[in-house]
Each structure stands twice: as structure tokens, then as C-alpha cells.
């Protein structure tokens, strides 16, 4: 798996690069103050995983990027022509789950979702191999007639990833993305996860617990407790006090 650098991008800004920018970042819900002080960057071709303990404000910072939550400081997007704009995030939370009797297939649930048509009406052929080029984004094409409440962990994200790509975005967020997925499942996603970033040039932002596979695919790393206590390449903040003292030099798979 390669790793896409932007070496020219600082601790002061993105010049001349598509980038997503968060400026001292704050959230409280009433008496809580569930985030302060958050400033990170995000570029497109990137990957960055988000790590932390639970309750950390992980999920938190997801849906204020998301507009869902509102906060104080600056969030800002900027094309690569340094013009400011308003990004498309495409977004899968984290283990959604289905009536495993539901009838309903892949290609009736996308349809519903992309196109607002009836489970209930016969789909029409081009909507059909609409739903089919959205899946080869993930190779899930396979999916198509499967029902959905079939499908394995690894096979479901697949679907949802592929949901959360159209329209195409410029950011894709995921949470918990490898929960529920097999060892091998694992390595398909995360394999999956660099062809689309490639392809595409757009910034993933995802938040895990396996820690093991970092170095392999994260451009960047980002340890959140409430606030950014650490970021940089996987190694640097896979070794640093901070993450010691978080994580009680506990690696691999920490507890959801």
C-alpha cells in the first residue's frame, strides 16, 4: 500500500493545496465541554486516522465537520486553487445494522437512497446499472441481488462506502470502518481505502482501534482526547509519551 506525502503543507496553512482546515475547534452541549481547541489539516489523496480512548470526542468531531453540531472557532475548505468552497463529505457511521430477514436487496436499498424509489416498485434498468457503476467503485458489484441483511461486515461497508460515494465527495469520513470485519476483511478495506483515495484525490478521515495496521496505510495520525494531543506519522505518535500515558502502552486492538 503506498502512502501520499504533502511535505509542503505546515503547521501554517495549506498553500496551494485542497485541503480541509480546522482552527481551534470547540464544542459544548450544555454544561459539557466535549471538545476544545482542535486544530488539524486534511488534504485531499490523504488518509488520516483518528484515534483516542472512548469518549475521547471522536464521534463528536465527525458530526461537527458533518455541520450537525455547532462550535466555536474555524472549519474551512479550500481547493487546490486556494479558493475557498464548501465541500461534499460522504459519510459511514459506525456498525449500522440490519434485520437479518429484511428482504430488501443492495440494489433496492441504494436505489431508495440515491433516487428516492419505492422498495416496492419494479427498478428500472438504467437506475439498475446506475447502482452498478456506484458499487464497482468498492467492487461490490457482485452485491447487487443480495439482500442487504445478508451481507458480511466487510461486504456491508462496501455497500455503505460505495453509498457515501455518490455523489463522488471530496471528503470521506468513517467511523469505526474495520468494526465487525474479519482479519482478511481488513486488509481487503483498507486496501480498498488507498485505490479510492488515489483515484479520486479525496481526503478519508477514519477514526480505529487497531493500531497495528497504522504505519501501512495512514498518511497521519491524529491522538484526540478531548483535544489534539498528538499528531504526525503513524510511528511518531505510535511512540510518543502521549500516546503511552493514553493508552497505558497497551497496542493492537483496543476495546470499542
Known sequence: MSVHKHDNCTGHGCQGLCCLELKDVGVT???????????????????????????AGKSTLFKTILGQLPHTGDIQFQRSDGKPSRPVIGYVPQSPTFDRGDPVSVLDFFAAAVADWPVFLPIPGKLRQRVGECLMRTHAEGLLDK??????????????????????????ILDEPLSGVDVEGEKQLLDMLD?????????????????????????KVILLQNTVLKAGAPAEVLSSAAFRQVFHLRMGKEGA
Open 29 to 55: 452541549i450544555g454544561a459539557d465541554e466535549l471538545l476544545h481547541g482542535v486544530s488539524f489539516h486534511l488534504h485531499c489523496g490523504e488518509i488520516v486516522a483518528l484515534i483516542g480512548p472512548n469518549g
Open 147 to 172: 439482500r442487504i441483511g445478508a451481507l458480511s461486515g466487510g461486504e456491508l461497508q462496501r455497500v455503505l462506502m460505495a453509498l457515501a460515494l455518490e455523489p463522488l465527495p471530496h471528503i470521506l
Open 195 to 219: 485505490e479510492i483515495r488515489q483515484t479520486y484525490d479525496l481526503s478519508i478521515l477514519l477514526s480505529t482501534h487497531d493500531f497495528a495496521t497504522l504505519e501501512q496505510y495512514a498518511d
